[in-house]
């Protein structure tokens, strides 16, 4: 459904310990590094991009936007939630099943250190 998310990201070498332990709770490598910015994904599926924003000024996080990784399991979710608090990030919406989106729809929400608002789901009943 879509190519990439890019999110920008003011202070990269504060923020990439982030990512690295989110993105790895979901079997995520990252597959690209610049001094200023990172990848993750794959070069021809879905990916995100982390980094500056391309105009020069300083980025800022959306009220009412966030992006959602897909997530193997309600443990990889709980694992996502830990890491982005263990990591400088700040929670948003516990690990819990919320059935008024359907009965297995198990997420978690968090904001990165500079706002960015995320989510892990799991759409299934495997824990």
Known sequence: MFSHITLGINDFAAVEPFYDAIMKTLDI????????????GTATGPKLFIGPAFDGQPAQAGNGNHAAFLAPSRTAVNAFHAAALAHGGSDEGAPGLRPHYHPNYYGAYVRDPEGNKLQAVCHSARK
């Not at 990252?30 to 993750?40: D, M, N, S």
Request: no cysteine; charged share 35%; hydrophobic share 25%.
């Open 29 to 40: 490598e990252p597959f690209l590094r610049h001094e200023t910015g990172k990848a993750y």
